[in-house]
């Protein structure tokens, strides 16, 4: 019992020091305050009888997609009261200007567009701008005009760097065939869409994992990281699909046919949106020299839904439409209040800076098309045929079967929402979705689901994604998620809530903790650190010692690279050596990247060994994996973490001497369990205990007085006489 309040003590301090230290950080970025007319509920600022008060026009009739707006929108307005009209513009610029200026004949106060032409459109907004009408700009900017008040839009290039990931995480062989596809050059998204890709793709276009196959231009410019307008413009000549499906069939079936077979093979595409990506997948499964390929998407168009779950198209962007209707009719309603629209950015339009919202898009593949689409409520199950093994068929085996009611009180589910990473991370997400998989099998839920974060937007939606299902325990995987997690617990009292690595306590932003349904599952990586920073210290013949780890401003991460230096520096002074430790953190990059850069592990790892050190420590997801797989390569002892990486890097295993443990799906099942039997801890924390793996292969190796000593040291952590003296966080 006293060990346990002294260990949760330890805690509680490290939790106040690591809030204060990070408090700053912390804060949120302050966004414009919008004017109170802002808020004001559309139905009654809208003049329901003086005529049209809002008049929309989008682009095309012939493309899913915009049908999608046209529902939402027809929805959304008649919902709020209001008289509106909808006109298609049929790809047709003329058609455009003369729908606006029959809305304008019709007295409309604000017009909300969506360009068939970016710059072609600029005409018809300045005549409505003349008018006296208010102009929002609908996910697609009107260019080279000063007559555009508002952009509604999705995060355009977070939807091209979502695609490019995609094709990255699943083609990691070298040499990858990669076909290249872009929108129409005359719609502004085009550019954003490429230019996001772009950055992702090039330094794996770069490091020879893929090789470019039907772009001249886009060979050329292979080496820039960046590219200008201009040189976007040319790549985008040569593979633009504009946005249509026949061009984009008739242009991959050209591109097969002068691509060689050994061009084809296993082949990566960036198709840029799901029309366009149904046209080329077509395309690709037709040839008789394509073994396999991984196709994008954008828009969750329901044929591509369908294609999704029969194992088609890879993957989609889900751009959640209600979400750009609920922003437009928003900004129009605050506009006839003679307000300013709330924006949180602006898109240079090549004439003025226009104040933007940009909204967050989500990846959708087969493992979450369900959770993600059906269950958040946005399409029917009846809209598809073998939704449910699409989620079986996965790779990270989502559960198969439909959904039961969890709404019910008898029904069970828990949900995982992980941080930006996949539950296949074969490190933290994974170990958390494995938890509750066992916790599943050994009876302790009856449904569960997990949710892949893709973008820190969205930590809060995917949470209420479970929430709103009514799922009876939420477990949110990471530091990152400590926020959202709390104020989730807050707003969905009935759910319980298990934050992993969240600290919390009472304080002036969190006045509620310990709430009685969110536990905090925390661990002592320092100590873990310590165990396995004194082992290499014995192990090194060289006395020189590397850690490569994610951001050192995630305590944890801090933590376990500071307890590997102190470990070292306790063995030394037991045996008189002097070991040199190298620690490098991947601090230099945002949370995007920092746990899931295994080229950067690698790199590290390699200089780090180099310079003579012979045994690599590595700490941080995908990161770490890179320095512990480059140690094995270069033949030297390699250290894992937070799960026995023996599992998980079998490539690794003649080199793995041990891993750091933060042991997730043990006291994961427990929590799950006491949230079950009704006895979910109140105190706010659960400490998920720490240690390190078996030697495994090289156990022969470490000599019995080595190992008498790693008993020593486990026994002295455990009971306090041995301390790691290292800070909760980073000071
Ligand atoms: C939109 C996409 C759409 C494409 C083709 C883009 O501007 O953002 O959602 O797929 O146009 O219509």
Redesign the pocket.
């Known amino acids: 019992m006293k060990k346990y309040v002294v260990v949760l003590l330890s805690v509680l301090v490290a939790a106040s020091m690591l809030l204060s230290a990070c408090a700053p950080a912390a804060a949120p970025t302050a966004a414009p305050v919008a004017p109170a007319a802002t808020m004001a509920p559309a139905a009654t600022a809208a003049p329901a009888s003086t005529g049209t008060a809002v008049g929309i026009v989008l ?2 009739k012939d ?1 899913p ?2 049908i999608q707006d046209q529902t939402r929108f027809s929805d959304a307005l008649t919902a709020a009261g209001f008289t509106s009209e909808i006109l298609f513009s049929q790809g047709d610029s003329a058609k455009e200007k003369a729908n606006v200026e029959s809305l304008l004949t019709k007295g409309i106060k604000v017009l909300i567009i ?1 360009p068939q032409d970016a710059a072609a459109a600029g005409a018809a907004v300045d005549e409505a701008h003349k008018a006296g009408v208010k102009v929002i700009s609908y ?2 900017l009107v260019t080279g005009t000063d007559a555009v008040d508002f952009y509604v839009t ?1 995060d ?1 290039m977070s ?1 091209g760097k979502a695609q490019a990931q995609y094709l990255v995480d699943h083609n990691t062989a070298k040499g990858t065939p990669l076909f290249l596809y872009a ?2 050059a005359s ?1 502004n ?2 550019f954003l869409f490429f230019e996001g890709a772009w950055e992702v793709l090039q330094p794996k276009i770069a490091d020879g994992t893929f090789v470019i196959k039907n772009s001249t231009e886009a060979v050329g410019l292979q080496a820039n990281a960046k590219l200008t307008r201009d040189q976007e413009s040319k790549i985008i000549g040569q593979v633009t699909t504009n ?1 249509d499906f026949n061009t984009a069939k008739n242009l991959s079936e050209a591109n097969l046919t002068a691509a060689t077979a050994a061009d084809k093979g296993t082949v990566a595409i960036l198709a ?4 366009t990506a149904r046209a080329i997948a077509d395309a690709f499964a037709a040839d008789k020299d394509v073994k396999g390929y991984t196709v994008t998407g ?2 969750a168009e329901k044929a591509s839904v369908q294609y999704i779950i029969d194992g088609k198209q890879s993957m989609t962007v889900f ?1 959640d439409v209600r979400t750009l209707v609920k922003d437009a009719i928003t900004a129009a309603v605050t506009m006839l209040g003679g307000g300013t629209p709330k924006s949180t950015n602006t898109y240079n339009n090549g004439k003025i800076d226009v104040p933007a919202a940009p909204s967050a898009v989500v990846t959708v593949d087969k493992s979450n098309v369900k959770a993600a689409l059906v269950d958040s409520g946005y399409y029917k199950d009846t809209d598809f045929t073998n939704l449910s093994g699409a989620a079986a068929a996965a790779p990270t085996a989502a559960p198969a079967g439909t959904a039961p009611d969890c709404t019910q009180a008898t029904v069970f589910c828990v949900g995982v929402v992980t941080d930006v990473g996949k539950v296949d991370d074969k490190s933290f997400n994974q170990s958390a979705w494995e938890g509750i998989q066992q916790t599943q099998k050994d009876g302790g839920a009856d449904w569960i689901q997990y949710i892949e974060t893709t973008d820190s937007k969205d930590y809060a939606k995917n949470i209420a994604t479970f929430g709103d299902a009514g799922y009876k325990v939420i477990v949110t995987v990471g530091f990152n998620l400590t926020e959202p997690t709390y104020a989730a617990a807050k707003l969905y009292p009935n759910v319980k809530f298990i934050g992993i690595d969240q600290f919390l306590m009472k304080d002036d932003k969190h006045t509620d903790w310990p709430l009685a349904n969110l536990v905090g599952l925390v661990y002592n990586e320092d100590q873990s650190g310590f165990l396995v920073g004194a082992l290499a210290a014995m192990m090194s013949k060289s006395h020189k010692i590397g850690g490569v780890f994610g951001t050192d401003a995630v305590p944890p991460v801090w933590r376990y690279g500071e307890g590997y230096r102190a470990g070292a520096l306790y063995e030394d002074k037991k045996n008189g050596t002097k070991t040199e430790v190298t620690n490098v953190y991947h601090s230099d990059v945002g949370f995007d990247k920092t746990f899931s850069d295994p080229t950067w592990g690698a790199d590290t790892a390699k200089s780090i060994v180099s310079k003579g050190a012979d045994v690599i420590f590595g700490g941080g997801g995908k990161t770490g994996n890179g320095a512990v797989d480059e140690a094995a390569q270069l033949k030297v002892l390699a250290i894992g973490v937070d799960t026995d990486q023996y599992a998980t890097l079998p490539e690794a295993d003649a080199y793995l001497l041990t891993s750091a443990l933060k042991p997730i799906p043990a006291p994961l099942e427990a929590l799950v369990k006491l949230a079950k039997a009704g006895q979910f801890p109140t105190t706010g924390f659960f400490l998920g205990g720490g240690g390190y793996a078996p030697y495994h292969d090289l156990a022969s190796k470490v000599d019995p007085k080595i190992d008498a000593e790693m008993q020593a040291i486990s026994k002295g952590l455990a009971d306090g006489s041995i301390k790691t003296n290292v800070a909760p966080a980073k000071p």
């Open positions: 682009p095309t493309e997609r915009w969506c996910d697609r999705f355009s939807v929108g129409a719609d998204n085009a946005w840029p949106n799901d029309g954008q828009d751009k």
